[in-house]
């Protein structure tokens, strides 16, 4: 009785999470474009569904919401679901819509997929040989296998954006970075730009002219017939045509000229542009934001070496040391066990809110900035397939941020992994993902004033 | 040639609908062969006579301003845009017929050219909810292009006419609808314009 109406609780918030990642689809990713093929909007939904009802078993787990079998089942149930559409539905999806836009290949679209289905798999399985990940005990098609492979693709995601972000976010919240731009400065170089537009307008009339001139001529190069007529043009080439190219070559380097201009001009709008948030109250608050920010990113950084060179994996989590320096060392007396599930409670949800707000919102930019009509559906499913594979493995290392009586219904669903490794992995990712966004940063930062300098 | 006078024609519309393809087809009489992403502005130059044979014949050249981007950009962006709007003597709008959020975007595009408005947020105008006498006051002549006709399966071709019929009155522009492989130059005729 009681695992009926769990099971309808458990429906009733996947359809809910159904309903969300449709609407953000339709509203935020999709909103250029015109939904064609309706599958690609289903994939994405229930990808998005199957990813938050994980999570949302998490929450339970620590709530000690619905009976402990049922979570049980779903969690399998669940798992099971999740690694169906990560590993056959996406990929299979992505490989039909890729060979789609190939005109050569539109005859047989299924074959191809399959095709490019069974490349991935094959890939996808050698992946897991180089790591540690598995101990020999277990079979060839257990759940471990692909849980793990998807665990690795997963986390090494995670850690790279993990460390970008870290550095990223006092980089752009903090005001110290931003360059002084005026707005002489982009008027200045609005008129470069304008200046170049019409030097190239001036040039191409006369191309034009020119051309045009030698069509009433007659002097078409195509009627150049003949042996006379190709050794005449090869030794006295008509004088236009040597212009021509000529002046063509000067416009194809105005042009060059006239993009570079038109994105450094944008890149002055949109310094102006923060400049002036951060006078407001808002920026000033993101800005001090910005600074707590960037101690808990060298924080973050120095744990990382720390734990890669002492080899060392931290055995309790936060919330459980939290107490314990609490209790022990400022004496405070209080009911250990009711307050460590409410603060990893909250701990966990502030995790998983932030990290499904963070990704969802670097995933729109991402789309924005390199989708067109052609390629918008491989786009967004090859979204959703890292989106999948995020959530999975962000499961998989929660489970180091929980006390250990929570832990335990993760560990028993997702087999016996070496859970350890995962947490190595991550730091290494990590740190490397880290300093190279500061080295790239730092080249960036640097290499702006100079090109204004040169003006 | 400093005696002909300038005449500056923008082609906007979103991206991926093949404004770069049109602009070099009149332009160049040539089908664009490897197209790619537009970066900012180009432009690109044809030489008109008009009113050929009669002798009020007079030659100008037509600068096509072929701009880049979309409708959703950042505000930097369109704030940069905005540099190409003035003095704008016609405008071109482009959409896809195979898509109809290109057809809805033009609203936003011709707003955005002809009030050469810079606010970021911008005007956000949903189907049908868009201001007819700010077009119908509207001294700038505009032409409506629907490309791809081709693409479109023959059933769905008259429903596809009737839309965008409806969409060139509102804007009250004139219309005309492509085929991606273009053959025929002598179907684009500027007399449609009416210059100053």
Redesign the interface.
Known sequence: MSFLVDSVIMVTSQVLFFGFGWLFFMRQLFKDYEVRHYIVQVVFSVTFAFSCTMFELIIFEILGALSSTSRYFHWKLNLYVILLVLIFVVPFYIGYFVVSNIRLLQRQKLLFACVVWFTFMYFFWKLGDPFPILSPKHGILSIEQLISRVGVIGVTLMALLSGFGAVNCPYTYMSYFLRNVTDSDILALERRLLQTMDMIVSKKKRIAMTRRQMYQRGEDQSKQTGIWGMIRSVTSPPPNSENLSLIQQEVDALEELSRQLFLETVDLQATKERIEYSKTFQGKYFNVLGYFFSIYCVWKIFMATINIVFDRVGKTDPVTRGIEITVNYLGIQFDVKFWSQHISFILVGIIIVTSIRGLLITLTKFFYAISSSKSSNVIVLVLAQIMGMYFVSSVLLMRMSMPLEYRTIVTEVLGELQFNFYHRWFDVIFLVSALSSILFLYLAHKQAPEKHMTM | ?ASLDRIKVLVLG???VGKSSLVHLL?QNQVLGNPSWT?????????HDYKEGTPEEKTF?I?L?DVGG???S????K??RA??YSSVNGIILVH?LT???SSQ?LYRWSLEALNKDSS?TGVIVTNGDYDREKFAENPVPLLMIGTKFDQIPENKRNDVLTRTAFLSEDFNAEEINLMTGFTDRKRFNFKNLHYD
Do not use: I, Q
Request: hydrophobic letters at 30%.
């Open positions: 040639m979103d991206s991926g332009c970066v900012g502005c180009s432009v690109d130059v044809r030489v050249y600068e301003w979309s409708v959703g950042a505000s930097s962006v704030s940069t540099v190409f896809d898509n109809k959020k975007n970021p």
